[in-house]
């Protein structure tokens, strides 16, 4: 039987409902665990599925910073894609008041459904990367306060890329 009833979140069509969709992501989450080289993506993975399926994963500023954020510093600034800026945990761990901004209502065109179901470790990186850049540009009015947080995060060190002005 073929699923067809559409996730009401990231707006994958096919995905069985929203049901559906989380199950697809435990499913490769699961494989992350079990594979390091499936892992390589794994953070990425992670913030970009929490980023689509914001009133789930990003209720608060601090949950919406720690994926937003997260996703910025390693799409631009170089934090590895598997466990993401160390910086930035550390920094939302601390007392921190953030002001949660309205968010988009639509996500790109990728969502988790276009992720290969079975691939090699390389082509399942690069899709992911693929998804999580059509994410963050969906997100195109909060880059500016995500790169904020970022320089914040960042503490006053150099500026962790030098596209933070933009
Ligand atoms: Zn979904």
């Given at each position: 039987m073929i699923a067809t009833e559409a996730c009401d979140r990231c707006g994958w069509a096919t995905a069985g409902g929203r049901r559906g969709c989380r199950a697809r992501f435990e499913a490769f989450l699961a494989r992350d665990f079990s594979d390091p080289l499936f892992f390589r993506a794994h953070r990425m993975f992670v913030d970009t599925y929490c980023l689509q399926h914001p009133e789930d994963f990003c209720a608060s500023a601090k949950s919406l910073a720690a994926h937003l954020a997260g996703l910025c510093w390693m799409l631009e600034g170089g934090a590895a894609a598997a466990v993401g800026p160390e910086r930035l945990h550390r920094w939302l761990n601390g007392e921190r008041r953030l002001d949660k901004p309205p968010l988009p209502d639509r996500f790109g065109t990728?969502?988790?459904?276009?992720?290969?179901?079975?691939?090699?470790a390389m082509a399942w990186g690069k899709a992911v990367r693929a998804w999580a850049e059509s994410t963050w540009t969906a997100y195109a009015d909060l880059q500016p306060l995500a790169r904020r947080w970022v320089a914040e995060a960042a503490g006053g060190e150099a500026a962790p890329f030098t596209n933070l002005a933009r």
């Open positions: 990728m969502t988790i459904g276009d992720l290969p179901q079975e691939s090699d």
